[in-house]
């Protein structure tokens, strides 16, 4: 049996705000479509409960 691979994603607070609320969006209209939702709760769960992790971004600028 294989293992699934994770994947780690680098977001900020703003993408995580704007991912969050895309994904309560699109949860609001399976409810309304009389859908499933537990895909998108799953991922609600997910992101919700990642652990976040400070650090600091260099960023290099070769326009010189």
């Keep these: 049996r294989r ?3 994770n994947y ?3 977001i900020d607070t703003a993408e995580r705000r704007l ?3 895309g994904l309560n969006n699109l949860q609001s209209r399976f409810i309304a479509a009389g859908q ?3 895909v998108v709760d ?3 769960l997910k992101l919700v ?3 976040v992790e ?3 971004a260099f ?3 070769d326009r010189r």
Excluded: S
Aim: proline share 4%.
């Design 8 to 10: 780690y994603l680098t």
């Design 42 to 44: 799953e991922l609600l």
């Design 3 to 5: 293992m699934k691979p």
């Design 19 to 21: 991912i969050i609320g």
């Design 54 to 56: 400070k650090f600091r």
């Design 59 to 61: 960023i290099q600028d």
């Design 36 to 38: 499933f939702t537990d």
């Design 49 to 51: 409960n990642a652990k």
